[in-house]
């Protein structure tokens, strides 16, 4: 039962336009998202979170858009960088889970220089 | 400082046998996890250490898995009797939000071990 759900396993970009990257989740209790970054042989490294009591939150070239009644988050990398081509796997947690993630199963986000 | 390590970076071993990977967490963080990613999927939960509390091995698949914590230093996450189906990237992450409300769960994860069960 995947609660956490990235259908798009790819996306490519050309340098300079936004990438969107894509979340579903299906547990309602989900109140803390999370996107997390993944170079290959490295552990993920975190990018940028969102509360469940908000809709937006922008960090630089980051901005995850969080929309519960759709169960749906998304994340915006603009202007994209070819050094922005990694896995990007979104991240759910709930206080009945305590601080355990359920991840998905990430997207490949190629840049084009 | 030193990230979240972990050792070996990589095992191969025959099915049946046992293995023991390792982490060493941030210094001073007292929340540990245990992930696997297996093929095409995503990270999987299996056990959480929080400070002198009893873990929470809700995520461990089967009795074959164990882990203990040392205080809050190293780790070990015990496999035994491996199958094939137990071939994974075995990641480790460490936090130091304590408990409760949390402003920003991050968790910084170490390299990973893959493990290959032949």
């Known amino acids: 039962d995947q609660q956490v759900k990235q259908n798009s396993p790819s996306l490519s970009v050309q340098e300079g336009r936004i990438s969107i990257l894509n979340c579903d989740y299906t547990n309602s209790m989900f109140d803390y998202f999370l996107w997390y970054k993944k170079y290959p042989a490295e552990g993920p490294t975190f990018l940028i979170s969102i509360s469940s009591i908000k809709d937006k939150n922008e960090d630089g070239r980051f901005t995850v858009f969080l929309n519960k009644s759709a169960k749906h988050l998304s994340l915006h990398i603009v202007p994209s960088q070819p050094g922005d081509s990694a896995v990007y796997f979104c991240?759910?947690?709930?206080?009945?889970?305590?601080?355990?993630?359920?991840f998905g199963a990430g997207t490949i986000l190629r840049v084009k220089s | 400082g030193a990230g979240v390590s972990q050792s070996p970076s990589n095992k191969v071993t025959e099915k049946g046998k046992d293995v023991e990977l390792r982490c060493d967490p941030i210094?001073?963080?007292?929340?540990l996890y245990w992930y696997r990613q297996r093929l095409g999927q995503g990270l999987e939960f299996l056990i959480y250490?929080?400070?002198?509390?009893?873990?929470?091995k809700s995520g461990l698949p089967s009795d074959r898995f164990s882990a203990e914590r040392t205080g809050e230093s190293v780790s070990t996450l015990t496999i035994q009797r491996t199958q094939q189906e137990d071939s994974a990237v075995y990641l480790c992450?460490?936090?130091?939000?304590?408990?409760?409300?949390?402003?920003?769960?991050?968790?910084?994860f170490g390299p990973g071990t893959r493990l290959t069960v032949l």
């Open positions: 250490f929080q400070g002198n509390s009893a873990p929470d």
């Open positions: 210094s001073g963080h007292t929340a």
């Open positions: 992450a460490s936090s130091s939000r304590t408990s409760g409300r949390r402003g920003d769960n991050e968790q910084f």
């Open positions: 991240a759910a947690s709930t206080m009945e889970y305590g601080n355990k993630l359920v």
